[in-house]
């Protein structure tokens, strides 16, 4: 069975309207001490990170197991689910960073860039999980 619209046949359609509420945007230039504010959130976000990629990595190698073990596709179809929970969410903190203006260094994933009093990261700082402070960047450091 097929289906088609034929806008002769004079069918109205009517769309649902959503409401999306959207985030206030939050400060995308630090200077040393508003960036320092933003450690404790660095940190929590890095630790959800950290936390899901082991979650992660568990999953994955249970899913191997259960696969070779000749588990059926009902047993195996919940932890599929989780790990793509997992999967997402951590996708999903890019954005969190996103949101402050921070970038994850693609060279060093530890080491997250955050922009300066001209919203630039030139000039701006960095922090690294386990650091109680950020430090500024030097201009070497900002290249990437």
């Known amino acids: ?10 069918r109205t359609f009517r769309l649902m309207s959503v409401s999306v509420q959207q985030e206030t945007p939050m400060k995308h230039a630090y200077d040393m001490d508003d960036a320092s504010k933003l ?11 950290a936390d899901r ?8 190698k249970t899913l191997v197991s259960m696969k070779r073990q ?3 596709a009902d047993e195996i179809a919940p932890v599929t689910a989780k790990l793509a929970i ?3 969410e ?9 949101r402050l ?23 701006g700082f960095s922090w690294e999980p386990g650091e109680s402070n ?7 450091e900002t290249v990437f």
């Not at 069975?1 to 004079?10: A, H």
């Not at 450690?39 to 990170?49: K, N, R």
């Not at 951590?90 to 996103?98: I, P």
């Open 53 to 60: 990629r082991v979650a992660i990595r568990d999953m994955e």
């Open 134 to 140: 950020v430090r500024s960047l030097t201009t070497e």
């Open 39 to 49: 450690v404790p959130l660095l940190e929590s976000i890095f630790q959800e990170v």
């Open 90 to 98: 951590l996708r999903h903190t890019r954005g969190e960073f996103e």
């Open 1 to 10: 069975m097929s289906f088609r619209f034929n806008p002769s046949e004079g």
């Open 70 to 72: 000749g588990a059926t």
């Open 86 to 88: 997992h999967r997402r």
């Open 101 to 123: 203006g921070c970038v994850v260094d693609e060279h060093n994933p530890n080491r997250v860039v955050i922009p300066g009093a001209g919203g630039k990261l030139d000039g």
